[in-house]
């Protein structure tokens, strides 16, 4: 089997896959990161979002062959660095946003594809945004509150 | 009647003790302390880098320090490096409640640590050193209270003594705060003092004075979940994230109907396909909660093993098999609802009959609620590896402890050669009480050199759950003359599996609300034979019928002519503790400031409406009001709902609320738009596209308010689910004068919008 070449979280890397296995499953059993998660396969809800050159997609139902080329951000990029998080991770962090916590990488991961489009989004620009991911145990409304809160630090920064 | 093979009667069995292990303690009365004597503290000394480690034994275990073995060092709660990090363990599964956070806050609040200094880890399971290590029934907090305070109290008296010593002064001139212990403006910091505490007898826990609540400076404030730069991150944390050496990926197929066997399946070719590495057939004990027979593919990867599962054929032999059928059990149970009585009387209080016939008003209605799936986002999934003459498991479990004598009868292996590791839990519900997932994963594992990870699609784990059951309650009630409440009858028609008791979560016990506030009440029961697995369903029972009695109730409020409010209080009546813990002071409290806080009475637009709901359960009482909005296309829109609750002190102010949030969003999303239907035995629904979970737009805002009360403290992850239901519906009559009595809403044409 040909190698799969997919440049994931700034680093080239190489898979022994069939290209049309989902990416999640790349990511997961192939690449060992884990952050992205398996909820539904079939992408209903949004546990298994990754940005794919910054789009945000579900990682379950898109093979992997079909993003070689593209750079794939995982939660396990999200940060800017070992040491200092995204905005969006510290306002998640700071609301106490996580329940079980399952879905919130794919929300995070949905989350900074609004905001690097939308900087300043209202409620409703985030409804549509996070539309696509599921929190199974009711976090939304402090989801809503950490992304105008990321929005604010974002601001914040470039002001 | 139902064969004793039936597979439904075993899992009813392990279900109904579960339930009674859950439900066993009355909560709202005094707790019984946690009895503990001197030798249940372990002094571990030898520990790498020195320092205090206190294990804790529930009274009856005889192990002593000096013949401790060395490696019953991680068997402790606490322990602190002369460099003076403190490492506390938590006991009990992460399931969302918070927990991990909660648990090692009342000790690090007894302990009088600074919780910066503080580091949680997972403990093992061991229930033996641990004691209770499950979450179920909101019973976390209530049954470790006093064992998670003692073990803090303990290692601060010892680090407190060590400073006396050290300072040749009486151990009263010496306080502790901020991880240090104080003699006026001096200090010894519990790092440079761990040492030398480490030398020091442990005192008698009797003899230790907890805190008063006065004196409290972690506990009631907001503090972020323990385990969430992980989460935020990414880091693995849940049972599907574990990964080992040489891991390979398994799934395994059921019959779609519950008790279905492997006549045939096509082994060889699936053996061919690439990736797959074996299948076989595991016969299973006929048990729904442990091993049901079913077809195991073992594969180099996850999607291996899907893709393989797609070229799956097998016959299955469903002689013995569910045929259940929804639509016939709801067609049967609405000829059975027009009689006003069941097959049995349950309880008869007063003349319920003559009380009817006198009364000056008399309403009756049909209610019906679905069954329901949990529907944890994670997947069901458990890696197992059988080596060294053990089995290792990587369980997300609700019930670390009680799943080691699970795995042991349903795979016939002693318990000592069963080592369960618990992983955070991407939901439970009730769901993860069960450990068939685990045992199937073992299963699996004693049929295959090294370690496998099972993995559930997101379809097995919706036909193969523990239902929370559907039910049906033919009402009638009274009121007199002045709008008193004075007769209430209840047909209540549910299910069973052995033709004698109601399944897990479909009964309805004699103190139920409003049993003990009416002068007649008569409650009969009629049971439809199912064989269906039912079981805990997050507030099991109570997240069905609180619905119906307190929609029923407002009923019977409306025909009255009466405020809700005062006549939900007058239901209540004087303040008193009845059996089975409901505390009417208590609860007209929680109605007071709900309807307080919600503006209760207040002028509202066209197509608005206010409701209130009550329901005592898991030893919280709540109270709740919606705020709802209808239009003429029967779309509802719930704008707000206000909590109030009274749990005792809260532990963490930021989980309780996060967890009452979290309840109205489930309340709200089940109500609304979920059901779960089975017909030839199958289960209809297959993913989140049939089973439409609330999104994010239909989020209303929700407000908490506590009443932290002198009671003990108590759990909180279930009890402001059973209100939201009946207080949106009541708010629709309010609205639209419309009386919802079917759910989910979406069988009475409602939409979300």
């Known amino acids: ?159 | 009647m139902n064969a004793p093979s039936n597979p439904a009667i075993a899992a009813d069995e392990s279900l109904r003790a579960l339930m009674q292990s859950v439900e066993q303690a009355t909560p709202a009365l005094p707790m019984r302390a946690v009895k503990v004597d001197r030798r249940a503290f372990l002094k571990l000394t030898g520990l790498a880098g020195g320092g205090l480690t206190l294990g804790f034994v529930l009274g009856g275990q005889t192990t002593d320090a000096a013949t401790a073995p060395a490696d019953f060092a991680p068997n402790a709660f606490l322990r602190i490096s002369s460099k003076g990090s403190i490492l506390i363990y938590n006991k009990g599964p992460e399931i969302g409640q918070g927990i991990k956070t909660a648990f090692p806050l009342i000790i690090a609040e007894e302990l009088d640590a600074l919780w910066t200094d503080v580091v949680v880890e997972q403990a093992p399971v061991n229930p033996t050193v641990y004691g209770n290590q499950s979450a179920g029934g909101s019973r976390s907090i209530p049954s470790s209270w006093d064992q998670l305070r003692k073990a803090g109290a303990v290692a601060r008296a010892m680090l407190v003594s060590a400073a006396a010593a050290a300072w040749k002064v009486p151990v009263e001139e010496c306080t502790t705060r901020d991880s240090a212990v104080w003699n006026g403006k001096r200090k010894l910091t519990y790092g440079a003092l761990a040492t030398r505490a480490a030398t020091l007898p442990v005192p008698d826990a009797a003899t230790i004075k907890l805190k008063e609540r006065s004196e409290y400076r972690l506990l009631g404030k907001s503090y972020t979940g323990v385990d969430n730069r992980k989460v935020v991150t990414g880091a693995p944390l849940f049972g599907i994230d574990q990964q080992l050496p040489g891991l390979k990926f398994a799934v395994f197929e059921k019959c779609p109907a519950t008790g279905g066997k492997v006549r045939s399946a096509n082994l060889d070719e699936l053996k061919r396909l690439p990736g797959v590495r074996d299948a076989f057939v595991i016969e299973g004990n006929g048990k729904p909660t442990e091993v049901m027979a079913g077809v195991a593919i073992v594969a180099d990867s996850t999607w291996a093993a899907f893709e393989a599962r797609k070229q799956l054929r097998v016959e299955w032999d469903e002689s013995s098999a569910s045929k259940d059928s929804w639509s016939a059990l709801t067609k049967r149970a609405a000829d059975l609802g027009r009689l006003p009585t069941g097959e049995t009387t349950t309880l008869n209080v007063g003349a319920t009959a003559d009380a009817l016939k006198a009364a000056a008003k008399t309403v009756e209605g049909f209610y019906t609620y679905p069954f329901v799936s949990h529907a944890p986002l994670e997947p069901q999934n458990c890696t197992a590896w059988s080596h060294d003459g053990i089995l290792e498991l990587w369980s997300p479990t609700q019930t670390a402890d009680r799943s080691l004598a699970t795995l042991s009868g349903a795979l016939g292996l002693p318990v000592d050669k069963i080592k369960v590791n618990q992983t955070r839990v991407g939901g439970g519900f009730g769901r993860r009480l069960m450990n068939d997932y685990a045992c199937e994963a073992g299963a699996i594992a004693q049929r295959f050199a090294g370690p496998v990870k099972l993995m559930w699609t997101r379809e097995q784990d919706m036909a193969h759950d523990f239902y929370r059951p559907g039910g049906f309650h033919s009402l009638a009630g009274g009121v007199d003359a002045e709008g008193k409440l004075v007769a209430w009858r209840n047909h209540f028609i549910s299910f069973t599996t052995d033709g004698k008791n109601p399944v897990s979560g479909g009964n309805l016990p004699d103190q139920e609300f409003p049993a003990q506030n009416v002068p007649n009440y008569q409650l009969t029961q009629t049971l439809l034979p199912l064989v269906t697995p039912c079981g805990p369903w997050r507030a099991p029972r109570s997240c069905s019928v609180a619905w119906v009695i307190q929609s029923f109730l407002h009923e019977l409020s409306a025909a009255a002519n009466r405020d809700h409010r005062d006549f939900l209080l007058e239901v209540m009546g004087e303040p008193r503790l009845l059996p089975g813990g409901l505390n009417t002071a208590r609860a007209a409290d929680v109605i007071k400031l709900v309807t307080e806080k919600a503006g209760w009475g207040r002028k509202l637009p066209a197509g608005h409406g206010l409701g209130l709901a009550f329901h005592f359960s898991h030893a919280g009482h709540f109270a709740e009001v919606a705020e709802v909005s209808v239009d003429a296309d029967k779309r509802i829109r719930l704008h707000r709902m206000v909590v109030a609750g009274d749990i005792g002190p809260i532990v963490n102010m930021s989980g309780a609320n996060n967890q009452c949030e979290g309840g109205v969003i489930d309340g709200f999303s089940t109500m609304l738009g979920l059901e779960i239907t089975m017909e030839n035995g199958r289960v209809e629904q297959s993913n989140f596209h049939q089973y439409p979970i609330l999104r994010i737009a239909d989020q209303p805002r929700v407000e908490v308010h506590f009443i932290q009360s002198d009671n003990p403290p108590t759990g909180v992850g279930e009890p402001a689910l059973p209100p939201v239901a009946p207080a949106i519906c009541n708010a629709i009559y309010a609205a639209v004068g419309h009386r919802v009595r079917t759910l989910p809403l979406t069988k009475e044409g409602f939409s979300a919008g």
């Open chain 1, 1 to 159: 089997m040909p190698m799969l070449s997919l440049r994931v979280n700034g680093k080239d890397q190489n898979a022994d896959v069939d290209p049309n296995t989902p990416l999640l499953w790349v990511l997961r059993d192939s690449l060992g990161l884990v952050g992205t998660k398996f909820g539904c396969g079939m992408a209903l809800c949004g546990a298994c979002t990754v940005l794919a050159d910054g789009e945000p997609i579900r990682a379950c139902s898109t093979p992997a062959g079909s993003v070689a080329g593209k750079n794939i951000t995982t939660i396990e990029g999200l940060a800017r660095s070992q040491t200092q998080l995204h905005p969006l991770q510290e306002a998640w962090i700071e609301h106490d946003v996580p329940q079980c916590g399952y879905c919130q990488a794919g929300q995070l991961m949905s989350a900074s594809a609004l905001l690097a489009r939308t900087p300043q989004p209202t409620d409703a620009q985030i409804d549509s945004a996070m539309a696509g991911n599921l929190c199974r145990c009711g976090t939304y409304q402090r989801i809503r509150a950490a992304i105008h809160t990321a929005a604010g630090k974002l601001a914040k920064s470039k002001a």
